[in-house]
C-alpha cells in the first residue's frame, strides 16, 4: 500500500521522463503546452492536473501553485494533499493534487500554501507494473500563507456518480494505454476516479467488501446491488463485471494513535468517510481518510459443510498457505479445526502449499515428514480422523513458491473410508502414466507426477495424481496448484485491458492436465476424476477454459449460483481461484465452496477450501 512504500525525488523524476517521452503511452505535452503558465502565480491545480491522466506539465518547475491543504501523511510516503477552492468548469480536471515532502511536513490541515517544486507523474511499482501514475508535485518550497481556513466541501462518491462501465479501451496506437485519452467521468469509472485524483471526497454508509488486512486498509463499495451476495461481497463473475463501486480505504492518522477497525466483508463503514482521493500499488483508487465511518460489525459467521452419507466420498482442497513446522501451533490447530468442523472431516483432502520441514530455511531440505505429522496430529487433537498422507517431495528450488519452503501438494486420506492404491516408482522427475484395459483405467504410479518434464511446470508445482478405492471403486485425483498471477497487470492498469501475462503459463498447463485426463477417459470413458486444486484462475477463465476442452471435464463450481462462486477476495472482488473439476463419469454431486477464510480479518490461510461429494 502507498502508505508503507517510500518514495524518492529520483525515481519520480525518471517516471516523469519515461512518461514524457510516451514510454507508458502518456500524452506527450507539447512545448508550448509545457511552459505556458509557468511563471509564478499562474498555474492553477487544474492546469496541473489537466484533462489526461499524465499532466501537460510533466517534469516542468511550477511557482505559486496555491491551496488549501485537505490532508497531511506523516508515515511512509510523506507529503500532504491540497486543493484549490475555486475549481474551473471543467469535470476532467481535478482540483487537488499531492505535494511529495518525502520529509514529515510541517503544514496543517486547514493551511492556505503556495507551493513552487517540480510536477512529476509517479507510478507505484514501477515502470513495468503497468499501473497508472500519481500526478504529484514534488522538491517543494512551501510558503503557508495563512491557517485554519475551511477545507474544501467534498466530493460525494456515490452509486449515482461512478459510472456503470470501467473503463475505455485503451489507445491501439499507444500499446493499448488509455494515458492520452481525455478523461470522460461521466461514461467511465476509471475516468471519475482519475477526475478526482487527490481531491477531498466523502462517501456514506458502506459495506465492507474487503476484510481489513495486515496493513490497515480495507474495502468498501458505493454500490450495496452491484453483483452482491448474500455474505455481503461483491463477486467477480467475468473480466468485463470489474464492481466500479470498489474503493480502498486507508486512514491517515497512524493506528498507534487511531486504531484501524477490524472490519470483515458484510460489516458496514457507517456514517461519512472522507479524506482525499490517492492512488497506490497495491488498490489503485483509495480514500485516504480523515474522518472515518464507525465499524458496525454484523457477525459474519464461518460456515460449516454437510457431512457426506455413508455411500458418498467427500473430496476436499484447501491451500494452507505455507506450513511448516516453524509456524506456531495455533496456525496448526486452527487449521486441523477447520478441517474437522467446517469440512467436517473429508474422506481425501488435496492439501497445497505444504513447506518443507524446515520451512523457508534454504539448505536443501525437501522433506515434509514433520510438517505433515504435526497437522495429522492437530487434526486427531480436534476430534478428526487419523489421516495417512502421500506425496512426492520435489527437486530443491525446482517448484516454485516462497524460496527455501520447496511447496507441494500432498494427499490425506481417512483410511477407515478410503483406501490409497500404492504403486512404487514416484519421484519428482519421473512421469505416472495411463494403464489398464477398456473400462477399467490405472495408474503406472500412484501417487505419481503428471508429465512433469514439461516445460509448463517449470519453476511451477507438478500436478500430483493418486488412485483410490472407495467401496469398490477406483477414484483417480489430481491435486493441483497452478502458476500463480504474479506479473499481471491490475484491473487499475494505464492498459485496458489490463496484460495477465501469467495467463500463458497456466494455458499450458491447462491443457496438460487436460491431456492427461483424456487418456484416462480413453481407457474407461466413466472413469471417476477430479481435478482439484488452487488454479489461481477463474471458472471463465481461459485456464479453465483449456481444462475443460473436449468436455474431458466440469467446472464443479460452475453447478452453484453465481453469486456463491468464490473462494478468494482480492480488492473488494470475491472470485474463484480454487477450483474441483468433474469428469463426465461423475453423474451426480453437492459442491460447496466453504467459506471460513477469505472473508475474515482474521484468516488462517487466504484461501477458502472446496468440497466436493458424490456416490462413486
Known amino acids: 500500500m502507498s502508505s508503507s512504500i517510500p518514495r524518492s525525488a529520483a525515481v519520480a523524476a525518471v517516471v516523469s521522463a519515461a512518461l514524457a517521452a510516451g514510454l507508458l503511452g502518456g500524452a506527450t505535452a507539447s512545448a508550448d503546452e509545457a511552459t505556458a503558465g509557468v511563471a509564478a502565480g499562474t498555474v492553477r491545480i487544474h492546469d496541473i492536473q489537466g484533462t489526461t491522466r499524465v499532466s501537460p506539465l ?47 511536513p510541517t503544514v496543517a490541515v486547514g493551511d492556505s500554501v503556495s507551493v513552487n517544486g517540480t510536477v512529476t507523474e509517479y507510478v507505484p511499482g514501477g515502470l513495468t507494473s503497468g ?52 478523461l470522460d467521468p461521466e461514461a467511465y469509472a476509471l475516468d471519475y476516479y482519475e477526475s478526482l485524483e487527490g481531491t477531498n471526497v466523502r462517501i456514506g454508509s458502506s459495506r465492507v467488501v474487503g476484510a481489513t488486512d495486515p496493513y490497515s486498509e480495507l474495502w468498501v463499495t458505493v454500490k450495496p446491488f452491484e453483483n452482491d451476495n448474500e455474505r455481503g461481497g461483491t463477486v467477480y463473475g467475468s473480466y468485463d463485471a470489474q464492481n466500479t463501486g470498489r474503493l480502498q480505504i486507508q486512514q491517515l492518522a497512524p493506528v498507534s494513535q487511531h486504531p484501524f477497525p477490524k472490519a470483515n466483508v458484510g460489516d458496514w463503514l457507517a456514517g461519512p468517510t472522507e479524506g482525499p ?16 465511518g464507525e465499524h458496525v460489525d454484523l457477525g459474519l459467521e464461518r460456515e460449516v459443510t454437510e457431512r457426506q452419507h455413508k455411500n458418498e466420498l467427500a473430496v476436499a482442497t484447501y491451500n494452507v498457505e505455507n506450513l511448516d513446522p516453524s509456524d506456531p501451533q495455533e496456525k496448526f490447530d486452527a487449521l486441523a479445526k477447520a478441517v474437522v468442523e467446517n469440512l467436517a472431516s473429508p474422506d481425501i483432502v488435496a492439501l497445497e502449499e505444504i513447506q518443507d520441514d524446515n520451512g523457508a530455511k534454504n539448505d536443501g531440505t525437501v522433506t515434509a515428514g514433520e510438517t505433515l505429522k504435526k497437522f495429522t496430529a492437530a487434526i486427531v487433537a480436534a476430534g478428526g480422523p487419523a489421516y495417512q498422507w502421500r506425496s512426492i517431495d520435489p527437486q530443491n528450488g525446482k517448484d516454485g513458491g516462497e524460496p527455501g519452503g520447496n511447496i507441494r501438494q500432498v494427499f490425506l486420506f481417512n483410511p477407515a473410508r478410503v483406501s490409497f492404491v500404492d504403486r512404487a516408482g514416484g519421484d519428482a522427475t519421473t512421469p505416472t502414466a495411463v494403464t489398464g484395459t477398456k473400462g477399467d483405467a490405472h495408474l503406472t504410479l500412484s501417487p505419481g507426477r503428471v508429465d512433469p518434464a514439461n516445460t509448463a511446470w517449470e519453476n511451477s508445482r507438478k500436478p500430483l495424481a493418486g488412485e483410490f478405492r472407495f467401496r469398490g471403486r477406483t477414484v483417480i485425483v489430481v491435486a493441483n496448484h497452478l502458476t500463480s498471477k504474479g506479473g499481471d497487470e491490475s484491473i487499475v492498469s494505464h492498459h485496458q485491458p489490463p496484460n495477465r501475462s501469467s495467463e500463458a ?52 463450481i460452475s453447478s452453484l449460483p453465481e453469486s456463491e462462486r468464490y473462494s478468494y477476495v482480492y480488492q473488494g472482488n470475491s472470485q474463484v481461484l480454487d477450483q474441483i473439476l468433474t469428469s463426465p463419469g461423475v453423474h451426480h454431486f453437492e459442491y460447496d465452496s466453504v467459506h471460513i ?18 456416490r462413486p
Open 58 to 104: 510533466v517534469g516542468k518547475p511550477v511557482a505559486g501553485v496555491t491551496g488549501i491543504v485537505t490532508g497531511v501523511r506523516t508515515y511512509g510516503s510523506r507529503g500532504f494533499w491540497i486543493q484549490d477552492p475555486q475549481a474551473d468548469d471543467n469535470a476532467a480536471t481535478s482540483e487537488g493534487i499531492f505535494v511529495f515532502t518525502s520529509s514529515v
Open 131 to 182: 499501473n497508472q501514475s500519481l500526478t504529484q508535485i514534488s522538491k517543494p518550497v512551501v510558503t503557508v500563507l495563512s491557517k485554519g481556513n475551511p477545507v474544501p466541501a467534498p466530493v460525494i462518491v456515490s452509486a449515482g456518480s461512478v459510472p456503470d462501465a470501467y473503463a475505455p479501451a485503451g489507445d491501439p496506437a499507444a500499446g493499448g494505454s488509455i494515458n492520452g485519452l481525455t
Open 277 to 292: 482521493l490517492d492512488f497506490n500499488q497495491f488498490g489503485g483508487y483509495t480514500l485516504v481518510a480523515n474522518t472515518l
Open 505 to 556: 503459463k497456466r494455458l499450458l498447463q491447462a491443457q496438460a492436465v487436460n491431456a492427461f485426463v483424456k487418456e484416462i477417459e480413453a481407457v474407461d470413458k466413466q472413469a471417476d476424476v477430479l481435478v482439484v486444486g488452487d488454479m489461481n484462475d477463474f471458472e471463465f477463465s481461459g485456464t479453465t477454459q483449456a481444462m475443460t476442452e473436449g468436455g474431458a471435464l466440469y467446472p464443479a
Open 597 to 614: 477464510n477469505a472473508e475474515f480479518a482474521d484468516q488462517n490461510s487466504d484461501h477458502d477450501p472446496q468440497v466436493l461429494r458424490f
